[in-house]
């Protein structure tokens, strides 16, 4: 009896260890990578971009002391299937960037940001890959969770109905 306890136990420690990996690290649309004496960190908002709704991509740039720059001369051109989607001109910004971007195809998207180095006067490329979701690709998470509330349910429900209607024996 102690076993199916145990065993409901590791179920739900289980989902709820997932979920919460999955909302403290998104899978989607975060990197960082680090060149020379920066690192350029990129996250979105939403962290899963959906096609056709305005996403708000943050540049971040660090120094090798883990700390944000004060200013810094980037650049951006963002591809889809090779094809050059919208680029931002080299401007300056204070380390860290925003801006407004709208998906218009569902799929994976090139972000080659041209950071200028005020060290050495050349510019590095940093490449990163962010993923658009179509309309109804954000569903998917929600039935996983879904069908695994479902099984919790059913598990809970037998142990329930199996207590009450065993018999008890007198000795």
Known sequence: ?????????????FFAGL??????????????EKIGNYEVQVSTIP???????????HFLVLDQNGKQVNKI??????????????EFSQDDHP?????????????NYVFRVGMFDLNTG??????????ALGPYSSIFPVLI??????????????L???KRTRPKFRY
Do not use: H
């Not at 979920?19 to 960082?32: C, G, L, Q, R």
């Not at 962290?47 to 991509?57: C, E």
């Not at 971007?101 to 799929?107: A, D, I, K, L, S």
């Open 122 to 131: 050349n510019i590095e490329p940093y490449i990163f890959n962010i993923t």
């Open 1 to 13: 009896m102690q076993k199916k306890y145990l065993l409901l136990v590791v179920f739900f420690g």
């Open 95 to 107: 380390g860290a960037w925003d801006i407004d971007y709208v998906f218009q195809e569902p799929g």
């Open 145 to 158: 969770i879904a069908g695994a509330g479902c099984a919790a349910g059913i598990i809970v429900a037998i």
């Open 73 to 86: 001369r980037m650049g951006l051109k963002i591809y889809y299937n090779g094809d050059l989607m919208k």
């Open 19 to 32: 979920v919460a990996y999955e909302i403290m690290y998104p899978p989607f649309s975060t990197d960082a």
């Open 160 to 162: 329930i109905i199996t």
């Open 47 to 57: 962290s899963a971009p959906n096609v056709g709704k305005d996403t708000k991509i």
